[in-house]
C-alpha cells in the first residue's frame, strides 16, 4: 500500500526513480545510500514539527477547555467547526508530508563510477550535482556531535578552486555532498582509490580534446616550415 501510494506521487511529480548513471566504464557505477539512522533522524524532526502544529490548531480551544472563558451558541459553533476543518486538513497534510518525507530519503542517489560521482537529492525541488575526477580537489568527511552520536557523517568533495580557496574573493568552485551516510570513511577511501587509477592512467586528457587538437595542428605547422626552409636551403631557386 505504501509503496504503491509513492509510485503515485512520484507519477504526479513526473520524477524519475533513479538518476542516469554518469561518465564511467560501463558496469563500474556504485550506488551509495543515506545511512537509516538519516531517516530516523529526518522522521523524528518531522514529528516534531507535526506536534508543533498540532498544539496550534488545538489552542484556541484551551480556554473552552479549561472552561475560565465559556463560549455558547454561535461563537461555540463556528470555533468548533473552524477547528475540524483545520485537523481535517491538518491529517491531509499529515498524510502526504509523510511520504514526503520517506521520498525525500529514498531518493537521494549517491553514484560513483570509475571517471566521476554523481548526487541527485530532493522531490520539490530536484538538485543534481555531477563532478569529474579531473576535477577533484579534496575529499573531506564532516561529522557534528549528533551525527556521531548516530554513527552518520556527510563526505564533501570539492572540485578546483573548492575547499582549497582560501584568498579573499577566490572562487569556492563547486562542493558535493554524500549526506548523512554511515559509510563516509569506505566511501572517500574508494573514491581515493578511483581518483589515484584515474590520474596514473592519464584520463584526465578526455577533457581536454580541443586544446590537445589545437596543440598538435601547431607542433604540425611548424615542422612543415621548418621543412621548407631546409628544402629552400638546400635548393635554393635560380633565376631564369
Known amino acids: 500500500?505504501?509503496?504503491?501510494?509513492?509510485?503515485?506521487?512520484?507519477?504526479?511529480?513526473?520524477?524519475?526513480?533513479?538518476?542516469?548513471?554518469?561518465?564511467?566504464?560501463?558496469?563500474?557505477?556504485?550506488?551509495?545510500?543515506?545511512?537509516?539512522?538519516?531517516?530516523?533522524?529526518?522522521?523524528?524532526?518531522?514529528?516534531?514539527?507535526?506536534?508543533?502544529?498540532?498544539?496550534?490548531?488545538?489552542?484556541?480551544?484551551?480556554?473552552?477547555?479549561?472552561?475560565?472563558?465559556?463560549?455558547?451558541?454561535?461563537?461555540?459553533?463556528?470555533?468548533?467547526?473552524?477547528?475540524?476543518?483545520?485537523?481535517?486538513?491538518?491529517?491531509?497534510?499529515?498524510?502526504?508530508?509523510?511520504?514526503?518525507?520517506?521520498?525525500?530519503?529514498?531518493?537521494?542517489?549517491?553514484?560513483?563510477?570509475?571517471?566521476?560521482?554523481?548526487?541527485?537529492?530532493?522531490?520539490?525541488?530536484?538538485?543534481?550535482?555531477?563532478?569529474?575526477?579531473?576535477?577533484?580537489?579534496d575529499l573531506r568527511i564532516t561529522a557534528g556531535p549528533l551525527q556521531g552520536y548516530l554513527g552518520l557523517?556527510?563526505?564533501?568533495?570539492s572540485s578546483a578552486g573548492g575547499a582549497g580557496a582560501k584568498e579573499p574573493g577566490a572562487s569556492r568552485g563547486h562542493v558535493a555532498r554524500f549526506s548523512g551516510v554511515d559509510n563516509a570513511e569506505a566511501i572517500r577511501d574508494l573514491i581515493g582509490e578511483r581518483l589515484k587509477r584515474y590520474r596514473d592512467a592519464g584520463l584526465g586528457d578526455r577533457d581536454e580534446p580541443e586544446a590537445t587538437a589545437e596543440e598538435s595542428a601547431q607542433e604540425l605547422l611548424a615542422e612543415a616550415r621548418a621543412l621548407r626552409a631546409a628544402v629552400e636551403v638546400r635548393y635554393p631557386k635560380t633565376s631564369s
Not at 153 to 157: S, Y
Open 1 to 137: 500500500m505504501v509503496k504503491a501510494i509513492e509510485r503515485q506521487l512520484l507519477r504526479w511529480l513526473r520524477l524519475p526513480p533513479e538518476p542516469a548513471p554518469p561518465d564511467g566504464t560501463a558496469g563500474s557505477a556504485i550506488v551509495f545510500r543515506a545511512g537509516r539512522n538519516y531517516w530516523r533522524w529526518r522522521l523524528f524532526c518531522w514529528a516534531m514539527v507535526q506536534v508543533g502544529i498540532v498544539l496550534t490548531i488545538l489552542l484556541p480551544l484551551l480556554p473552552l477547555v479549561a472552561g475560565k472563558r465559556p463560549i455558547t451558541g454561535t461563537a461555540r459553533s463556528v470555533l468548533l467547526g473552524t477547528e475540524a476543518v483545520l485537523l481535517v486538513l491538518f491529517l491531509i497534510a499529515l498524510f502526504f508530508s509523510y511520504h514526503a518525507q520517506r521520498l525525500d530519503y529514498e531518493l537521494r542517489w549517491y553514484v560513483v563510477t570509475d571517471r566521476s560521482l554523481r548526487i541527485r537529492s530532493g522531490i520539490w525541488s530536484v538538485a543534481e550535482t555531477t563532478m569529474t575526477f579531473a576535477n577533484i580537489q
Open 153 to 157: 557523517a556527510d563526505l564533501e568533495v
